[in-house]
């Protein structure tokens, strides 16, 4: 099984894989056993997600926004109301245009305790772990230079090191340091002065030295890494 396969298979179970893609790669999962099992590991994983995270009550000020976007949409909003937010695997699909297709799924993976103040990100990255396909980290990347770390796994840091987020903008650049953290939780970092991010571009996360990488390049083993894609 190849690394692209293995970040489909990411994206497959979070929903965000186009149309036509999403056909492809089901074909795929029919004709490959290993790849079907990595996708089935996959869901199981977000499934225990799902079971430890508790569903929060949409704000207020948002349903206000939301029904003043709206006007005379046919959408019934007061059943909207009554529907708690997803938990975070269920809510991490992408924005949809209309305000209230994004409560439907589900906000409060997306915004967290700052419900109706979230940007969308330009491009969004499922970082995984090549050696079992388990899914480590999400990147979700802005227009100011700016990521949104949410890691999904315990990372263990060890003494006098952390955790350096990477991304390749392009062959020319090299790898550039997004930041550093030490504490597996969401996050937000802000990089240098960098291009508007792209579909394809690889995001990783490594173990380094403290404060951080010496070289101003990866030097530890990488622990997940993936590619970006566009939002639906």
Do not use: C
Not at 180 to 206: K, M, W
Not at 207 to 226: A, D, F, W
């Amino acid at each position: 099984m190849t690394s692209d396969q293995l970040e489909q298979a990411g994206q497959y179970v979070l929903g965000l894989l186009g149309d036509d893609e999403r056909r492809i790669f089901e074909a795929e999962i029919a004709s490959d056993t290993e790849l079907a099992k990595a996708v089935n590991k996959l869901r199981d994983h977000f499934h225990r997600l799902d079971d430890t995270a508790a569903a929060l009550p949409p704000n207020p000020e948002l349903w206000n926004k939301i029904e003043a976007r709206l006007g005379s949409s046919p959408i019934d909003l007061a059943a909207l109301r009554n529907r708690p937010t997803a938990s975070p695997s269920r809510a991490w699909l992408p924005f949809a245009a209309a305000a209230s297709i994004v409560v439907a799924l589900g906000v409060g993976y997306m915004v967290g305790s700052t419900l109706g103040t979230t940007r969308q990100p330009e491009m969004i990255a499922v970082l995984v772990n090549e050696a079992d396909a388990t899914p480590g980290a999400i990147i979700e990347a802005f227009a100011d230079d700016s990521v949104r770390v949410i890691s999904l796994d315990n990372f263990v840091i060890p003494p006098g090191q952390v955790l350096e987020v990477w991304t390749l903008p392009d062959a020319d650049t090299g790898p550039v340091s997004l930041g550093t953290f030490t504490d597996a939780s969401t996050l937000r970092l802000t990089g240098p002065d960098l291009p508007a991010p792209h579909v394809g571009q690889l995001y990783e996360i490594t173990v380094e030295p403290s404060p951080g990488s010496p070289t101003g390049r990866p030097t530890g083993p990488i622990l997940v890494k993936g590619f970006a894609k566009q939002p639906v």
